[in-house]
Structures are given as structure tokens and as C-alpha cells.
């Protein structure tokens, strides 16, 4: 599970909006994570059992141009839903230990759930909104954020998810066993500026629905 990358794609970098604070190299910087270090204190049973779950690869896949269709299916069902409710019930064999139990909590879940969501954004016409494009490709685009105000839907997606992120999420990845440096929290407070763009009268004005333009 790449949980930087999680992370990453809630907080692409969009420099020509945010007083050029450059939010994708921040959090290069300041926060790494171990994942070997943290396969490596698992049980031999308990990382084969994570390592080959049919919940790790169809609900914590790793989105891609090629694969979205049907990864975007797959993280949307009812049994990928039941596992986010519950994911220590689906690895019998770690459930016990706490370096797993500690990747697992609630709040990470959140974040894989928030991240999902951002990958598999689509517009009135079904196809991939700007934001999500941007990040599989890792083009970063400074204009994503106008893009993504020209369709409503869009727009009203990408809101749902930064209304939702809390600091606390951060806190507890921070603070994990296998993470090393720290968030500055004045900057993550970007996500703020995000929301205000997308709720404000030039993003309303750019709206395309699948019709025609909207005038707001």
C-alpha cells in the first residue's frame, strides 16, 4: 500500500493558485514513509495473507489510465465497501499485530477511501475530470484547477473530498511507527485555498455541462 502517494494525490501540486506554495514538493520533503520496514515486521503468514489479498489488490489498487475502468468498478462495490467498514476482519492472520492494526485505523482507511475517490472523478460525459488526469499522469498542470471548474460535476466532486479532509488524518500518518519528518500545518491549510476557488464565481462561470455552457 502506497500510503504517500495516497496522500499526494489528495494535495497535487497547483502552484499558480496557492500563493506559490508548491504542496507536491512539500510533502516530498517533509514526510517519508517505510513500507519495507513495514512488511518486513510482519508475520510470514500475515504478509503473504496482505500481500495476496483479493481486498489489497481490487480495493487499494494502484489507478492508471490503463486500468481505471474497471479499478474505479472494483473500489465502488459493495465488497470493497464492506471492507473499509472493517479491514482488520479481512486479515485474519494480522489482526494481532499492531504495525498492522496501526496502517489500518480508521483515518487511513478515510484517506484510501479520499483517494479513490479523486482517481475515479468523471465529468457529465463519463470521462475522467481534469484533476484525476493530472494525477495519473503526473503532468500537474498549473491550470488543472480551471479545468476541472469547467465541468460541475467536476467541481462539486473534487469539493466533496477537500471539505472532508481533516488535519487529524495527516496527524496520524505523521505520527505513524513507519513515517520520519513532519507536515508543516500552515501550509497544509492549502487545502483551504482549493475549496475557495472551486466555490468561487469564476469557477460557477466556467461550468460546461454535458449540454452547454452555464452562465452563472
Not at 517533509?30 to 515486521?41: H, P
Not at 479545468?147 to 469539493?159: A, G, I, N, R, V
Amino acid at each position: 500500500m502506497k500510503f504517500i502517494d495516497l496522500l499526494l494525490s489528495l494535495t497535487i501540486s497547483t502552484l499558480s493558485f496557492a500563493n506559490s506554495i508548491n504542496f507536491l514538493k512539500l510533502i516530498k520533503r517533509d514526510v517519508t514513509y517505510d513500507e519495507e520496514a513495514f512488511l518486513n515486521n510482519l508475520s510470514e503468514e500475515c504478509r503473504t495473507e496482505y500481500e495476496n489479498s483479493e481486498y489489497n489488490n481490487k480495493c487499494m489498487p494502484d489507478i492508471t489510465l490503463v486500468n481505471y475502468n474497471n479499478s474505479c468498478s472494483d473500489v465502488d462495490s459493495e465488497k470493497c465497501k464492506t471492507f473499509f467498514s472493517d479491514p482488520l476482519k479481512c486479515f485474519p492472520s494480522c489482526q494481532n499485530i499492531p504495525e498492522f492494526k496501526e496502517l489500518f485505523q480508521p483515518a487511513i482507511m478515510k484517506t484510501y477511501q479520499q483517494s479513490n475517490k479523486v482517481f475515479c472523478q468523471t465529468n457529465e460525459k463519463g470521462e475522467l475530470c481534469p484533476y484525476s488526469l493530472s494525477i495519473m499522469t503526473k503532468g500537474g498542470s498549473i491550470n488543472v484547477l480551471l479545468d476541472q471548474c469547467k465541468s460541475k460535476k467536476c467541481t462539486e466532486s473534487l469539493l466533496e473530498i477537500f471539505k472532508d479532509i481533516s488535519i487529524d488524518q495527516f496527524t496520524v500518518f505523521e505520527n505513524s511507527t513507519y513515517t520520519t519528518g513532519n507536515f508543516n500545518y500552515n501550509e497544509l491549510n492549502i487545502v483551504n485555498q482549493y475549496i475557495s476557488i472551486l466555490e468561487s464565481e469564476k469557477s460557477q462561470y466556467l461550468h460546461v455541462t454535458s449540454d452547454a455552457v452555464t452562465y452563472h
